[in-house]
């Protein structure tokens, strides 16, 4: 039973345009949401998080959302370009209980030139 | 910044063959996992392991067992190798809320 869902396996989106990478998730006990970047032959690479007590956290191009009530968050990367193609994976974390995270099955994201 | 390091990057080794993965990391995280990440099946846990000696079975620890003898290594070991394990193989470890990652070991087997 997958925790973590990202329904989207790919997504392609114009170089300057705004990418919406999303991510649902059944566990309530969930309180810690990550995404991680990962490009080909390399490993995952952290990219921005955000705790359950906040519903917004912004670094630069990238903003995660979360939505507690619908269990879903959502990466917007502004603006978009061809360095960002990578496959994009959100975690999550129960601080309470467990030690590893459970990530989401990832989005392959490709910005066109 | 943490470092982790794994041992290979690129992997041929054939059917039946053992096989060693090894990463080491230089922080002292009590924390370490082992991933394989295939298309369209995002990152599986085969096994973590929470301090020295101790280990504990992930998603998908069938053909697979792993070594923590010291702090900083955490081996994952193909006992018998099979074509339905050629992957890319993820170690990383935790020392807070999120994970550091190796760079990954794409091992084949023929």
């Known amino acids: 039973d997958q925790q973590v869902k990202q329904n989207s396996p790919s997504l392609s989106v114009q170089e300057g345009r705004i990418s919406i990478l999303n991510c649902d998730y059944t566990?309530?006990?969930?309180?810690?949401f990550l995404w991680y970047k990962k490009y080909p032959a390399e490993g995952p690479t952290f990219l921005i998080s955000i705790s359950s007590i906040k519903d917004k956290n912004e670094d630069g191009r990238f903003t995660v959302f979360l939505n507690k009530s619908a269990k879903h968050l959502s990466l917007h990367i502004v603006p978009s370009q061809p360095g960002d193609s990578a496959v994009y994976f959100c975690a999550a974390d129960d601080s309470g209980s467990a030690r590893q995270l459970t990530f989401g099955s990832g989005t392959q994201l490709t910005v066109l030139p | 910044d943490v470092k982790v390091t794994q041992s290979s990057r690129y992997l041929v080794k054939r059917t039946g063959e053992k096989v060693f993965l090894e990463c080491v990391q230089d922080?002292?995280?009590?924390?370490m996992f082992w991933y394989r990440q295939d298309p369209g099946l995002g990152l599986r846990l085969i096994y973590f392991?929470?301090?020295?000696?101790?280990?504990e079975k992930g998603d998908i620890p069938e053909g697979y067992s792993v070594s923590r003898e010291k702090k900083e290594r955490f081996s994952l070991i193909l006992e018998s190798a099979s074509t339905n394990q050629t992957s890319m193989y993820l170690c990383?470890?935790?020392?807070?809320?999120?994970?550091?990652f190796g760079s990954g070991t794409r091992l084949t087997v023929v």
């Open positions: 922080m002292d995280h009590e924390n």
């Open positions: 990383a470890t935790r020392g807070g809320y999120g994970y550091t």
């Open positions: 392991s929470y301090d020295v000696k101790m280990k």
């Open positions: 566990n309530s006990m969930f309180d810690y």
